[in-house]
């Protein structure tokens, strides 16, 4: 019997602690850093101001794109103003610190899903499918199989090289330090095309009519919108990935894909 009364206490001591720990616990854990931007009234949101045509600044000195339309809209969304919003224009380079350091609340800068990075931070569903493509100013080149011994310019040291041989193995690689001196590559004849991701190339045609883009897609990035890994960043979350199954569902994405020469 007293092991029978003792055994009963022990498990009711245990049940009592349990209930009191709970009961300590903050019951908006979940939604915590929501509602920290709900009631500041404002979205942090990092993007690119040079990156056309997903987040650039125009004439008139505003900044504009496909990425800016996406982060206005999730401040329509989620605090019923898309004005309500601080766009913060960031180098590739610490993209991803901002949000881990808690700079921005999320990020929406052409940043790409992979394995590597989504140990450290979480993605959204992919709003659009980036990847390798090609352009050229060259009338003679029609499509990547008049590309065979072509001299295309690639960045150095950039995953493109290694797309571009895989796919393209007869073609000679010009390693250059940036978009612009491909630029004056192709422009001295002294290349015949350039490789590179294929939302960046667009907007260089847009502003060099002159050139086409090749309808070859040479490899797929899933372009996503990056945010903090935490239970405290989940009602986040959710509402991001939500709003985003919505606009695809609407067809408001695809539009605004389409309306930006993408």
């Given at each position: ?227 903090p890994k935490g239970l405290q960043y989940q009602e986040l979350r959710s509402q991001v990935d939500l709003a985003i199954y919505r606009w695809k569902k609407s067809g408001w994405l695809q539009e605004r894909i389409e309306y930006w020469g993408l």
């Amino acid at each position: 019997m007293k092991h029978r009364l003792l055994n009963l206490f022990t498990v009711m001591s245990s049940i009592s602690l349990a209930i009191a720990a709970l009961v300590a616990m903050p019951q908006l854990a979940v939604a915590r850093e929501l509602s920290k931007i709900e009631a500041k009234g404002e979205l942090k949101v990092a993007v690119k101001d040079n990156l056309r045509p997903l987040g650039f600044t125009n004439k008139e000195g505003n900044l504009v794109g496909l990425e800016i339309d996406l982060a206005r809209k999730l401040a329509e969304e989620l605090l019923g103003d898309p004005q309500a919003i601080e766009l913060i224009a960031v180098d590739n380079q610490e993209r991803l610190q901002m949000v881990l350091e808690d700079r921005v609340d999320i990020v929406i800068a052409r940043v790409s899903v992979t394995a590597s990075r989504n140990r450290i931070v979480d993605f959204s569903p992919h709003y659009y499918l980036d990847g390798t493509a090609i352009i050229t100013n060259n009338p003679e080149i029609k499509d990547v199989r008049d590309l065979t011994r072509k001299k295309i310019a690639i960045l150095k040291n950039s995953q493109t090289i290694a797309v571009v041989r895989h796919k393209l193995p007869d073609t000679i690689l010009v390693g250059v330090d940036s978009y612009q001196a491909a630029l004056e590559l192709i422009a001295n004849k002294q290349a015949d095309a350039f490789a590179g991701d294929r939302s960046i190339l667009i907007g260089w045609m847009q502003e060099h009519p002159t050139y086409k883009l090749l309808s070859a897609r040479l490899s797929g990035a899933a372009l996503a919108v990056v945010m903090p890994k935490g239970l405290q960043y989940q009602e986040l979350r959710s509402q991001v990935d939500l709003a985003i199954y919505r606009w695809k569902k609407s067809g408001w994405l695809q539009e605004r894909i389409e309306y930006w020469g993408l």
